[in-house]
T-cell receptor
Framework: TQLLEQSPQFLSIQEGENLTVYCNSS?????LQWYRQEPGEGPVLLVT?????EVKKLKRLTFQFGDARKDSSLHITAAQPGDTGLYLC???????????FGTGTRLQVTL | VTQSSRYLVKRTGEKVFLECVQD?????MFWYRQDPGMGLRLIHY???????AKGEVPDGYNVSRSTTEDFPLRLLSAAPSQTSVYFC????????????FGNGTRLTVT
């Protein structure tokens, strides 16, 4: 059972465009993380959000945790080719040690 | 987190052994498989030496945690459905600690 659904699944945009990736669930998460994965490598943590309604910024990336802690979004402003990769959201539920991953959004940014 | 094999090709029915070693003294270790459009799915995990637990897709896989550093994954009889990219990860204590991943092993079962 996939608890976390991401949309869109694929996104191809040009440099300078803005985009938003969504991560939705019917379950409540105690915290949610976003990872980026590049080809041939494992995912790397971008951010952790803990409080409902929390907004965190990482340069041109803005992360928001939904008020009910069931969903999250990632907004990228003025995308660059270096943003290309697979973006994964992941949430902790009842078992603090176990992280459930979303389905992933593959982003390609071209010149 | 080190996964020694980057690519493996096995035949149906063969045994497969995937190594995973971490040097961060993390209590928690995980094995995920990654398939297109499905993100990462948890196979087995361990919250400390001597412990193991089933994840979301445990069937056909076996793990052990005899030391803090090692968490190998075994396929006793490989099947084509187990063709995937396998990632090992570790995590320290603390609810929001990040997962540290290895670079993955691409397993093909013919």
């Amino acid at each position: 059972t996939q608890l976390l659904e991401q949309s869109p699944q694929f996104l191809s945009i040009q440099e300078g465009e803005n985009l938003t990736v969504y991560c939705n669930s019917s379950s409540v998460f105690s915290s949610l993380q976003w990872y980026r994965q590049e080809p041939g490598e494992g995912p790397v943590l971008l951010v952790t959000v803990v409080t409902g309604g929390e907004v965190k910024k990482l340069k041109r990336l803005t992360f928001q945790f939904g008020d009910a802690r069931k969903d999250s979004s990632l907004h990228i402003t003025a995308a660059q080719p270096g943003d290309t990769g697979l973006y994964l959201c992941a949430g902790y539920t009842g078992t603090a040690s176990k992280l459930t991953f979303g389905t992933g959004t593959r982003l390609q940014v071209t010149l | 987190v080190t996964q020694s094999s980057r690519y493996l090709v096995k035949r149906t029915g063969e045994k497969v052994f995937l190594e995973c070693v971490q040097d961060m003294d993390h209590e928690n270790m995980f094995w995920y498989r990654q398939d297109p459009g499905m993100g990462l799915r948890l196979i087995h995990y361990s919250v400390g030496e001597g412990t193991t637990a089933k994840g979301e897709v445990p069937d056909g896989y076996n793990v052990s945690r005899s030391t803090t550093e090692d968490f190998p994954l075994r396929l006793l009889s490989a099947a084509p459905s187990q063709t995937s990219v396998y990632f090992c990860a570790s995590k320290g204590t603390g609810n929001n600690s990040p997962l540290h991943f290895g670079n993955g092993t691409r397993l093909t079962v013919t």
